[in-house]
């Protein structure tokens, strides 16, 4: 499934066009920094409430499919700017954290293992 595919999935918008076309091969839920930097995964979906930089700068490390923010959070401009620098797709959902997680497993993305 692809970045564009799981916004539509998760009524969601994607903020910038930049990594859209990412592939989506997992998802994680945390917002524990140092946890995600020690379990994240290529072509993960990160669900998390944080909007700063460093989560830009996590995703990029593990060139992470795309992050997800839940409940219409959305992140500062300069976040939003990084990221497109850095091709990772960002994601504004009105869902929960749970209805996003919910909604992935039941379209058979697999949790991040």
Same mark, same amino acid.
């Given at each position: 499934m692809t970045v564009k595919e799981?916004? *539509? /999935?998760?009524? &969601?918008?994607?903020l910038r066009p930049e990594g859209g076309e990412n592939e989506v091969t997992c998802g994680y839920a945390c917002d524990l920094l140092s946890w995600v930097m020690a379990n994240g995964?290529? &072509?993960?979906?990160?669900?998390? $409430?944080?909007?700063?930089?460093?989560? $830009?700068? /996590?995703? *990029?490390l593990h060139d992470m499919a795309c992050v997800i923010f #839940?409940? &219409?959070? *959305? #992140?500062?401009?300069? #976040? /939003?700017k990084k990221a497109a620098e850095e091709g990772i797709?960002?994601?504004? *959902?009105?869902?929960?954290?749970?209805g996003i997680c919910a909604r992935m497993a039941q379209a058979g993305i697999a949790e991040l293992k």
């Amino acid at each position: 499934m692809t970045v564009k595919e799981l916004a *539509s /999935l998760i009524e &969601g918008e994607l903020l910038r066009p930049e990594g859209g076309e990412n592939e989506v091969t997992c998802g994680y839920a945390c917002d524990l920094l140092s946890w995600v930097m020690a379990n994240g995964k290529q &072509g993960c979906a990160w669900v998390t $409430i944080q909007t700063h930089m460093n989560v $830009i700068a /996590l995703a *990029s490390l593990h060139d992470m499919a795309c992050v997800i923010f #839940p409940e &219409g959070v *959305s #992140p500062d401009e300069a #976040p /939003l700017k990084k990221a497109a620098e850095e091709g990772i797709a960002l994601i504004k *959902s009105p869902l929960t954290a749970y209805g996003i997680c919910a909604r992935m497993a039941q379209a058979g993305i697999a949790e991040l293992k």
